[in-house]
């Protein structure tokens, strides 16, 4: 099926130190979220982003819709143990009844 | 955000029986709920969305009468894995939209294992 481009892949971090992910799509999105998922649980909503260029903010996590509406990236500031988790980017297909299509998720460490 | 409940987490069932998961979501009308299956280190496979009162619609490749999906009303939807096998064993997630935004909100998600 369909899937947008996410990465990287995993990353391998000490702790404090920043984060930054993206997803990038041929298609133009409305809408684009992020969820972490740890191990054994359903995904978490982290960020929602709803307009092109939009930058929110979630504690230390940013988030920004790109202006292309193609493509958002993810940045985990000053990282800390329990950030550790699968993060993924999904985006509702136009005009189907908010069907998600997926990235394949980054895969957060974080050595203490 | 909004709170959606799957039961149980963890079920291990006899090959040929049939597990029923149940996906409610506990402070929003969801009008669309959608069913998933996980495999260890991917992604998630979307399988069906159902709309309440509707029948459920399946993804290519998967099999309607093997996932029985019910969303008889706007909080409740339930997936009935028929006749399990051990290829079922896996990690089903269920996800919950309500009628405003197109955020999907999730419940913990069930691991079934086929014995």
């Known amino acids: 099926g369909q899937q947008l481009n996410q990465s990287p892949q995993s990353m391998f971090i000490q702790e404090g130190e920043d984060v930054s992910m993206n997803c990038t799509s041929s298609s133009i999105f409305n809408t684009w979220l992020w969820y972490k998922q740890e191990p054994g649980e359903g995904p978490v909503l982290l960020i929602a982003?709803?307009?092109a260029g939009e930058l929110t903010s979630n504690g230390r996590l940013t988030a920004q819709f790109g202006i292309t509406r193609k493509d958002s990236f993810l940045n985990i500031s000053a990282s800390i143990p329990s950030d550790v988790g699968i993060y993924f980017c999904a985006g509702p297909l136009m005009g189907n009844n908010r069907k998600l299509i997926w990235g394949l998720g980054t895969s957060l460490a974080v050595n203490p | 955000g909004a709170v959606v409940s799957q039961h149980p987490s963890r079920v291990i069932c006899k090959s040929g029986t049939s597990v029923k998961i149940e996906c409610r979501s506990l402070?929003?009308?969801?009008?669309?709920m959608f069913w998933y299956r996980q495999f260890p280190k991917q992604s998630l496979m979307l399988m069906a969305t159902s709309n309440e009162g509707s029948k459920a619609t399946y993804e290519q490749g998967v099999e309607k009468d093997k996932f029985l999906i019910n969303h008889a009303s706007l909080t409740l939807s339930t997936l009935t894995v028929t006749s399990a096998h051990p290829e079922d064993s896996s990690f089903y997630i269920c996800?919950?939209?309500?009628?405003?935004?197109?955020?999907?909100?999730f419940g913990q998600g069930t691991r079934l294992t086929v014995v």
């Open positions: 402070d929003f009308q969801a009008t669309t």
């Open positions: 982003l709803y307009k």
């Open positions: 996800s919950a939209t309500g009628t405003v935004n197109t955020e999907a909100f």
